[in-house]
DNA sequence: CATTATTAGGGTAATTCGGGAT
DNA sequence: CCTGTCCGAATTACCCTAATAA
């Protein structure tokens, strides 16, 4: 199965990869935390958080991690 | 072999496009990994990223291509 | 044919990376 | 153990106009 899934936030199937998961900067995260962006990163080299990485070694958040963090077991 | 069937891994074929082949747009792309379509482009323009040109001089990039990046040799 | 969205370019400011010292 | 900061180098985002796509 592939990882680019196709299915709108309206339901309907469209070609194409999933737009609907949104992926973070390391900026992004520092200010939802309120931390530096460097400490978001020490999180990911730590495995405290998961990463996407840019073919250019970016690192990149996926909101729904984040949403996790924020709302333990809900 | 004809890039208009998929052949499953149990044998069975599916009729119409090949689905792992599909063509993205910069700004397909851009979504998944989170960056500027240009930023897309500058990776096909470094080699980070194989690319096919339109006859109109526009950039496209293959699902598959995109699917390894996302899975680095599992 | 007209309209709207996307893309290709280039130029510049901002962000990110990694290491290392504090 | 965890965090913020400094550094240089690399990477990216946003600005614009013209061309292409739907």
């Known amino acids: 199965m592939s990882p680019l899934k196709a299915v709108a936030p309206d339901g309907t199937f469209t070609t194409g990869p999933d737009t609907t998961e949104r992926l973070l900067t390391p900026g992004e995260v520092a200010r939802v935390f309120g931390v530096d962006p460097k400490t978001v990163n020490r999180w990911a080299l730590t495995g405290r958080i998961p990463s996407v990485r840019t073919p250019s070694n970016q690192r990149r958040y996926r909101q729904s991690d984040i949403d996790a963090l924020l709302n ?3």
Chains 1, 2 share one sequence.
């Open 72 to 74: 333990p077991s809900p």
